[in-house]
C-alpha cells in the first residue's frame, strides 16, 4: 500500500473518533466510514467496458483506500453510481446523465452557454416553457460531459466529476448547470489543477483542522 493511502486511512480513522462530526458539512451521512476497496479485476471490468484508463490516482484509492464513502459534501460515489433521489444507484454511459466516457471530455476551459436560454418574464408561458426545454435539452446534454464520471454531489443537483479522457484527464470540475452556472474546473491554491487525490487530501485536511480545534 502506497504511503498516501495510509496516510489517508490513519486520518480517516483520527476523523471517526472525533464527537465534531456535525462540523464537517455532509459528515453525518458518511460518518468518515468508507467502503471496502474494489478489486483489481472489478477495475478492470470497469475500464474494459467503457474503454478507458482511470486516473492513477484515483484507481490506487479505490484499489487501497476504499470504493466511495467518506468524502466532500455528502461522500464519494462507489465505482459507477451516482446519487438518485435520497439515495445512490448505478448509472448506465448514455443514459442521459452519464456521457461517453471512451470521448474525450469536450472542455479545457470554464464552460457556461447560457445562448437560447429563455427571459423568465416571457409573457407568453407556452412559448416560454418550448423554448427552455429546448435549451435544457441542450444545456444539460449529456454530451457535456463525455469522458467524466461523477464522484459525488453537493445537493441540488450540484455535482463534481473527475474526467477520465482526454486533455483534463485526472482532474475534478465543478457541475453548477443547476445554477445556470456551468461546468468549471477545481483549481487549487497554486492557480493548478485540482487532481483527484489533491481534491480528496484538501477535504481530509480541511477536516483535520476541525478536530484540532
Given at each position: 500500500m502506497s504511503p498516501e493511502s495510509q496516510a489517508i486511512l490513519r486520518d480517516l480513522e483520527k476523523l471517526r473518533t472525533?464527537?465534531?462530526m456535525s462540523y464537517v458539512f455532509g459528515s453525518s451521512e458518511h460518518r468518515f466510514t468508507?467502503?471496502?476497496?474494489?478489486?483489481?479485476?472489478?477495475?478492470?471490468?470497469?475500464?474494459?467496458?467503457h474503454a478507458i484508463q482511470?486516473?492513477?490516482?484515483?484507481r490506487r484509492f479505490l484499489l487501497e483506500v476504499g470504493n466511495g464513502g467518506a468524502g466532500p459534501y455528502y461522500g464519494l460515489f462507489k465505482l459507477g453510481e451516482a446519487d438518485s433521489g435520497f439515495g445512490h444507484s448505478s448509472w448506465t454511459e448514455g443514459d442521459g446523465f452519464v456521457g461517453d466516457l471512451s470521448e474525450p471530455f469536450p472542455h479545457t476551459e470554464a464552460w457556461n452557454d447560457l445562448n437560447g436560454k429563455p427571459d423568465d418574464e416571457s409573457e407568453?408561458?407556452?412559448i416560454y416553457e418550448e423554448q427552455l426545454t429546448?435549451?435544457?435539452?441542450r444545456y444539460f446534454a449529456s454530451a457535456n460531459i463525455n469522458g467524466a464520471i461523477p464522484i459525488c454531489h453537493l445537493g441540488c443537483a450540484l455535482r463534481q466529476w473527475l474526467i477520465v479522457t482526454g486533455p483534463e484527464a485526472?482532474?475534478?470540475?465543478?457541475?453548477?448547470r443547476a445554477d445556470w452556472k456551468g461546468l468549471s474546473p477545481l483549481?487549487?491554491?497554486?492557480?493548478?489543477?485540482v487532481t483527484f487525490y489533491q481534491w480528496y487530501r484538501n477535504w481530509l485536511d480541511e477536516a483535520l483542522q476541525y478536530r484540532a480545534l
Open positions: 472525533a464527537d465534531w468508507l467502503n471496502p476497496p474494489v478489486s483489481e479485476a472489478s477495475v478492470r471490468e470497469f475500464e474494459t467496458k482511470l486516473p492513477q490516482d484515483y407568453n408561458e407556452e429546448s435549451f435544457e435539452e485526472g482532474n475534478v470540475w465543478g457541475d453548477d483549481i487549487g491554491e497554486s492557480g493548478d489543477r
